[in-house]
């Protein structure tokens, strides 16, 4: 089982600030079948990112994802209040398929 | 546009079975995976597993075998979960998800809104 560490656990921020959240596996996982999702209080979480680095349809350019390997990153460039939530980020190349632990974006 | 509708909350006492139920519209039922995912109160996801519409195969995570059954009604376009022995480890909101079918893995694109199961006594 591929194990994925997210860094750090809550991060304090203000609108307009850039972020960088970290996700580690375990193992390399094969081919960057990485994504990253949101998830807002009381909703499902949402898809941001796939293949590591392919925003998912209708998902604004201020998000960014990069990494292989090991170790991949979630960017924004610059925070909207829309998005303080939580991400996580998920290996969905092989089973069982394994999400990180999440990392909370609150506002500062 | 393409929709996963779960069945409503339920409330179960421990030792019993609930069973949980994913309707999809919008989109053809047996061109996608089924995945089921939990997450406990203020907790992470943990994946359960997936079915495949089309075949019925499935795929469980080690951890739920022996009391889990994913099942599939193509007539109606529905996913079933089901998870028998409850314990209060159970009080989570179950999800169903889809993901794309093919040699090349795809993520869980759409989501439905979820399932709450609370179990107690």
């Known amino acids: 089982e591929i194990v994925l560490t997210q860094s750090p656990g809550t991060l304090s921020l203000s609108p307009g600030e850039r972020v960088i959240l970290s996700c580690r596996a375990s193992?390399?996982?094969?081919?960057?079948?990485l994504a990253w999702y949101q998830q807002k209080p009381g909703q499902a979480p949402s898809l941001l990112i796939y293949?590591?680095?392919s925003r998912a349809t209708g998902i604004p350019d201020r998000f960014s994802g990069s990494g292989s390997g090991t170790d991949f990153t979630l960017t924004i460039s610059r925070l909207e209040p829309e998005d303080f939530a939580v991400y996580y980020c998920?290996?969905?190349?092989?089973?069982?398929?394994?999400f990180g632990q999440g990392t909370k974006v609150e506002i500062k | 546009q393409a929709q996963l509708e779960q069945s409503g909350a339920e409330v179960k006492k421990p030792g019993a079975s609930v069973k949980v139920s994913c309707k999809a519209s919008?989109?053809?039922?047996?061109?996608?995976?089924l995945h089921w995912v939990r997450q406990a109160p203020g907790q992470g996801l943990e994946w359960m597993g997936r079915?495949?519409?089309?075949?019925?195969?499935?795929d469980y995570s080690q951890k739920f075998q022996g009391r889990i059954t994913m099942t599939r009604d193509t007539s109606i376009s529905t996913a079933y979960m089901e998870l028998t022995t409850l314990t209060s480890d159970d009080t989570v909101v179950y999800y169903c998800?889809?993901?794309?079918?093919?040699?090349?893995?795809?993520?869980?694109?759409?989501w439905g809104q979820g399932t709450l199961v609370t179990v107690s006594s």
């Open positions: 998800a889809r993901a794309g079918y093919g040699n090349d893995p795809t993520p869980f694109d759409l």
């Open positions: 998920q290996q969905y190349g092989s089973s069982p398929r394994t």
């Open positions: 293949g590591a680095s």
């Open positions: 919008g989109y053809t039922f047996t061109d996608y995976y």
């Open positions: 193992q390399s996982i094969s081919s960057s079948y």
């Open positions: 079915i495949s519409p089309k075949s019925g195969g499935k």
